[in-house]
């Protein structure tokens, strides 16, 4: 008997093999780079894996649906180029992420930078006041 490799999986057999290990991860192509999301005390950090992406390709903008939108869009230039590649494993052209944020976040605090080919963007929470004392009201 010949050992077979399913090449292209079911839908159901895909979610299996990611919910009880990786192996999904190396049967089928990544098209968007990796995330992570960190949680602090005092906010998030949003980290996302885009080598090889200049800074100027980059856009982050946060919708009135309070929603974080991560674009990029690699311009290419159109050299003609006698090369064909073998095997592409990665190659982002363009790509959107979108992550809806918690209500208490501070908008105007947002702040990114991307350095050795991670966008990191720190979203502060807004500070709560702190409730004052109860206040007696005197009755006339």
């Given at each position: 008997?010949?050992?077979?490799?399913?090449?292209?999986a079911?839908?159901?057999?895909i979610?299996?093999?990611?919910?009880?290990?990786?192996s999904?991860?190396?049967q089928?192509?990544?098209?968007?780079p990796a995330?992570?999301?960190?949680?602090?005390?005092?906010?998030?950090?949003?980290?996302?894996?885009?080598?090889g992406i200049?800074?100027?390709?980059?856009?982050?903008d946060?919708s009135?649906?309070?929603?974080?939108?991560i674009?990029?869009?690699k311009?290419n230039?159109?050299?003609?180029k006698?090369?064909r590649?073998?095997?592409?494993?990665?190659?982002?052209?363009?790509?959107?992420?979108?992550?809806?944020?918690?209500?208490?976040i501070d908008?105007?605090?947002?702040?990114?930078?991307?350095?050795?080919?991670i966008?990191?963007?720190?979203?502060?929470?807004?500070?709560?006041?702190?409730?004052?004392?109860?206040?007696?009201?005197?009755?006339?």
């Amino acid at each position: 008997m010949l050992p077979i490799r399913r090449t292209q999986a079911w839908l159901p057999e895909i979610l299996l093999n990611d919910w009880f290990n990786d192996s999904l991860y190396s049967q089928r192509t990544i098209t968007s780079p990796a995330l992570n999301i960190l949680e602090r005390g005092n906010g998030f950090r949003v980290e996302l894996a885009a080598p090889g992406i200049a800074k100027e390709d980059i856009k982050v903008d946060i919708s009135k649906e309070n929603q974080l939108v991560i674009s990029v869009e690699k311009k290419n230039e159109s050299e003609e180029k006698q090369e064909r590649y073998l095997r592409k494993e990665f190659g982002y052209t363009q790509f959107v992420k979108t992550l809806t944020l918690p209500d208490d976040i501070d908008k105007e605090s947002i702040a990114a930078s991307y350095e050795n080919g991670i966008l990191a963007i720190e979203i502060p929470r807004r500070v709560r006041q702190v409730a004052e004392e109860t206040k007696s009201i005197s009755i006339s």
